[in-house]
């Protein structure tokens, strides 16, 4: 599929795609060590329920998606896998076997609670464009996880991603602290990478996400140019009260209004 067909798989409404990040039923079932919830069976009912996409993070140290999860997942849905990996040797030879149909590079820290920031592009831009030809050359898109700064876009570009997914980790947290000043500012900053990576490269995608929920995603939603958005951990949360099936299609609502 090419990028500009994948533009054409956007709604009428101009609402983003929607991407259901399940690692956390994996946290739940690592949490016991034992077989359930299972991560494929969750998988399987956000797409029945209008997931456009299933995303994952293998992290280094397994804490939640495992090994095995990621061939079973790539080999039962029928929407797009996006597999979230740190840019290491060990996690390129597992994504150049099961080709998901995206990676999505990120940095991982073992001491994180989750992922705390994009990717520092720009101090690493020949490494990562020899790892990113190496996705491309087995078939495989490939987005980085960035702040939402020129600097690190035009490195993004310049290492041939195909798209950018932009952090909004920031923007959620001035919600969580109530700080609506802090909040506004960050909105208005991704809003203006969206803007700045819509100019400097037409063809790259624009994805969103980090500490999304229901609240706070539709401004997000609303900004031009936004490709798709990745949520985890609020709508799992929200799972827990009202099952999954409602906590997706209660995102993709909560995402046109
Ligand atoms: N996008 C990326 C690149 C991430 O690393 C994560 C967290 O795994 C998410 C999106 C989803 O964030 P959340 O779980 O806060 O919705």
Redesign the pocket.
């Given at each position: 599929m090419t990028t500009m067909q994948q533009h054409s798989t956007k709604n009428s409404a101009n609402t983003p795609l929607l991407?259901v990040?399940i690692?956390?039923v994996a946290t739940l079932r690592q949490a016991r060590g034992v077989s359930y919830p299972s991560p494929v069976a969750a998988a399987l009912l956000c797409e029945q329920a209008g997931a456009d996409g299933i995303?994952i993070?293998l992290r280094e140290d397994r804490r939640h998606i495992q090994d095995a999860d990621v061939y079973e997942i790539a080999e039962k849905i029928t929407t797009r896998l996006n597999l979230?990996i740190a840019a290491t040797a060990e996690m390129l030879a597992i994504a150049c076997e099961v080709k998901p149909y995206w990676v999505?590079l990120?940095p991982e820290k073992r001491a994180e609670l989750?992922?705390e920031g994009g990717l520092d592009i720009a101090e690493q831009t020949a490494y990562l464009t020899e790892y990113i030809n190496e996705l491309h050359a087995a078939g495989i898109k490939v987005?980085l996880?960035v702040d939402p700064d020129e600097t690190q876009i035009q490195a993004a570009i310049d290492c041939h991603a195909d798209a950018i997914?932009i952090?909004?980790?920031a923007y959620?947290e001035a919600g969580l602290a109530e700080d609506v000043t802090a909040q506004n500012a960050e909105l208005q900053r991704i809003q203006q990478a969206a803007a700045t990576a819509q100019r400097l490269d037409d063809k790259l995608l624009i994805?969103?996400?980090?500490?999304?929920?229901r609240d706070n995603v539709n401004a997000i939603a609303q900004i031009d140019g936004i490709y798709e958005l990745?949520?985890?951990?609020?709508?799992?949360a929200d799972a827990v009260f009202m099952g999954l099936e409602q906590a997706v299609k209660q995102m993709k609502a909560a995402m046109r209004k």
């Open positions: 991407g990040n690692d956390h995303t993070h979230e999505c990120v989750t992922t987005s996880f997914e952090h909004t980790g959620a994805n969103a996400g980090h500490g999304l929920t990745n949520i985890g951990h609020a709508l799992i």
